[in-house]
């Protein structure tokens, strides 16, 4: 069985529970995005599966951020993921893409039931790390742009996988 994480936001106004396969919190992403909304040198995002995304208390307060990409260039435009995120304390909640709709990717942060400490972690995204930025301590993979095991093969490749 998926375990279910319990998460809410930090002032408490937004209360929401998940099934999830892939919860152990292994891969920091230290791009611009995860590292300005997340408030820290990065975030972590879970996996979930959205049909299963309920939100217990505060829809109201839950506002939505289409990342602006490639910012102040000619390239820019506005992504279609959707940043979940609480109007009122501004925690980060969930990513939802409508690219891959069966899924949901929680914020590890923003999870209130215990997780797994992982043995070792995978740094993705380092191209963008201003170098101020120190990884976390511990066994660790990096990588320039993106880890090449998605977070459901990562799980299934070390068997914590939650069938
Ligand atoms: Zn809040
Ligand atoms: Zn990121």
Partial sequence: MPVELKGSCHCGAVRFSLQSSSAVPYQLCVCSICRKVGGVGGSINLGGFH???????????????????NRDTPEEYVAHSERHFCSKCSAMLWVYDSEWPELVHPFASAIDSPLETPKMISCALM???PDYVRLPEGTKEVYDKYPPDSLEGWHKKHGLWVE
Avoid at 55 to 64: A, D, L, R, S, T
Wanted: charged share 25%; glycine share 10%.
């Fill in 51 to 69: 049909k299963t995304l309920k939100v217990e208390k505060g829809q109201e307060f839950i506002h939505i951020y289409n990342a602006v990409m």
């Fill in 127 to 129: 191209g963008s790390k």
